[in-house]
C-alpha cells in the first residue's frame, strides 16, 4: 500500500511492475507527437494515398485518380500527412511529386494488415 499526497491510500498490488510501467512511459511531448501520427492513420483516404505512394512517387493529380479523391480533398490530406512526416515533396518544375518519407511507413501499415489478419 501506498500513501498519497491527499491522504488516500492506493493499493499496489505489484510495486516492482507499476515502478517498470511507470519508468517506461515516454515524456509527454512523445505521446503527443504519437497521439497525432496514430490520428492521422484513421481517414481511409490517407491510406488509400500512403498504399498509392507506396507504388512511387506520383503528384497530386495522378494521386487524385488512382484514389478516387478530387484534387482538393488529396492536397488536404497530403498536408496532414507531411506534418507528421509520413510522405515528402519534390518539385520538378511546375509540379510537385510525393512519396513516403522513409521504408518505415510501408512496415507500419504491413504490419498493421498482418496483425489484423491474425484474427
Do not use: W
Amino acid at each position: 500500500m501506498r500513501q498519497t499526497g491527499n491522504a488516500e491510500t492506493v493499493v499496489v498490488f505489484h510495486q516492482d511492475m507499476v515502478d517498470l510501467a511507470t519508468e517506461s512511459l515516454p515524456p509527454q511531448q512523445t505521446l503527443d507527437d504519437l497521439g497525432e501520427f496514430f490520428k492521422v492513420l484513421t481517414d481511409q483516404t490517407r491510406l488509400k494515398l500512403l498504399y498509392a505512394l507506396g507504388t512511387g512517387e506520383l503528384c497530386v493529380f495522378d494521386l487524385s485518380v488512382s484514389t478516387g479523391a478530387s484534387v482538393s480533398s488529396v492536397s488536404h490530406h497530403l498536408s496532414a500527412l507531411k506534418r507528421v512526416r509520413l510522405v515528402k515533396a519534390r518539385r520538378d518544375g511546375r509540379i510537385i511529386y510525393y512519396s513516403l518519407d522513409d521504408d518505415h511507413i510501408n512496415s507500419i501499415i504491413q504490419f498493421a494488415r498482418a496483425h489484423l489478419g491474425e484474427r
